[in-house]
């Protein structure tokens, strides 16, 4: 008999939207766990703000708890390890006044002598967030990888917020080492009397291994979350002279990358490194840098730079620049000098460029000003390696020449990178990541469910 089509087709619509049915049911119902899952979330409260009281509240929460440090202050000797998805709570709030000047409130001063202060250790798709702590005493310095706050290579989401705490360690504030899972740090204030790396940022991604290797290989995805954002924040160094070495607030090697925005630099620079003094880890990958003020105290004593460029790519715009001789300088540190497995990038190394002709030797170099993704991690065959221009547009406030190379052969206008002081020479395409970031909440929503299926 011959199959009625009107039939059979009816038939088919109605299973179809059946399935479709209990998939809306099954998304409801998964939503509806998370969301009262999130209402039930418990206070606990630490008994004391010593560390061994701290991590025992930790224990003993539940995901999506809130643990309160009670105020005080007390020295860890030893980190803190947060290892699922909870709200460490300390109640300082950020706040400054037209100076710039810390008008925070502070109750709780953890002290820490050499060693990391918290570990966050957590699995996908959790969200994860230091807030209210005021952190003092020694941290870990330049790219040693530690901080007063460290999200390691174990940690697998990039849902973290650190925000609204205060730094006044001798080095690194937070480290991260996962950068290419994102992350949030906002309305932190760090001050350094030390005109060193006190209250910086360290971002590095070894997910993958330990020299950020395997993290050139992917995509930069600009405009994405895929950055560790900093952003709404004060870096206050007191002390520096314009002969201060590198009072640095950022800093990034082994293919960090981090958006930089709507933040003040008192006496200080945004830096990353190259493929050169930290091998046989690689440079920094991808910045964003936009919409901050970086403000030098001294006009008769100027530093160098406000913007210290050494390797890879960066979007520069839109920043108010103030008493210093340079918005933005770069430096392909291996185009003078060997550095360790890289070597001196002259023409004899197989993993640089080695274009030859009218080119200097050995350009592209491996990670240089202007290079973006790889085609490989090995250093012993050749390595392609994308041309991924820098730009710079639509920065204000520089008296004297905007930027300046100190190797102007290798980095070259039009071919390494734009600069415009209008945004004629903005890239074509690019938009910025939402502000504020979607992190900035007391009651994040949770992420949606993955991995559904249709039961027939």
């Known amino acids: 008999m011959k199959k009625n089509n009107s039939v059979y087709n009816f038939k088919k619509g109605i299973k179809s939207m059946s399935s479709i049915k209990s998939l809306i049911f099954l998304i409801c119902f998964v939503m509806n766990f998370l969301y009262l899952s999130n209402a039930d979330a418990a206070t606990l409260t630490a008994k004391s703000c010593s ?21 005080g202050n007390c020295t860890w000797a030893s980190p803190v390890i947060i290892h699922k998805a909870i709200t460490l709570k300390g109640n300082g709030s950020y706040s400054e006044n037209a100076n710039h000047e810390d008008t925070g409130t502070w109750p709780l001063t953890i002290t820490l002598s050499g060693n990391n202060g918290i570990e966050l250790s957590g699995t996908s798709g959790q969200n994860i967030r230091i807030t209210g702590i005021h952190f003092s005493g020694s941290t870990g310095c330049g790219t040693s990888g530690n901080g007063a706050i460290l999200i390691p290579t174990s940690n ?17 504030a937070v480290a991260v080492l996962t950068s290419g899972l994102g992350g949030l740090i906002d309305h932190i204030y760090a001050y350094d009397s030390g005109c060193g790396d006190g209250g910086a ?9 330990y ?10 995805n600009w405009g994405s979350s895929n950055f560790v954002f900093v952003e709404d924040s004060t870096f206050w160094k007191n002390g520096c002279t314009g002969s201060a070495g590198a009072p640095a ?14 933040n003040y630099v008192r006496d200080a620079m945004a830096v990353w490194h190259g493929t050169e003094s930290g091998a046989p880890q690689r440079g920094g990958y991808a910045f964003e840098i936009y919409n901050n003020e970086f403000y030098w105290s001294m006009p008769s004593d100027r530093y160098h730079t406000a913007i210290f460029h050494r390797g ?7 920043n108010q620049v103030t008493n210093y001789q ?8 291996r185009a003078t000098r060997s550095f360790g497995e890289f070597g001196r990038c002259d023409g004899t190394q197989v993993h640089d460029g080695n274009r030859g002709g009218s080119y200097p030797r050995g350009y592209p170099c491996l990670d240089q000003v202007g290079r973006g993704r790889a085609s490989g991690v090995s250093l012993n065959k050749v390595q392609p390696q994308e041309g991924s221009k820098s730009y710079i547009w639509n920065n204000i406030g520089i008296k004297t020449d905007a930027f300046f190379h100190v190797n102007p052969d290798y980095v070259v206008s039009g071919r390494d990178y734009e600069f415009c002081n209008d945004s004629s020479c903005a890239p074509v395409g690019y938009t910025p990541y939402p502000y504020p970031h979607p992190l900035v909440t007391d009651n994040p929503a949770p992420n949606p469910p993955q991995n559904l299926r249709i039961i027939q």
């Open 51 to 71: 560390r061994a009281h701290v991590q025992s509240a930790i224990n003993s929460a539940k995901m999506g708890d809130i643990v309160i440090i009670p105020k």
């Open 326 to 333: 340079f918005l933005w300088k770069t430096w392909v540190r």
């Open 249 to 262: 607030v950022s800093d990034a090697q082994a293919n960090g990358k981090y958006v930089f925005r709507r």
């Open 312 to 318: 890879g790519t960066a979007l520069i715009y839109d």
């Open 211 to 220: 020299t950020g290797g395997w993290a050139f290989t992917q995509p930069i």
């Open 201 to 209: 940022i360290l971002v590095m991604d070894q997910r993958n291994d």
């Open 156 to 172: 697998a989401t990039g849902n973290w917020r650190i925000d609204n705490s205060k730094f006044t360690v001798s080095c690194n």
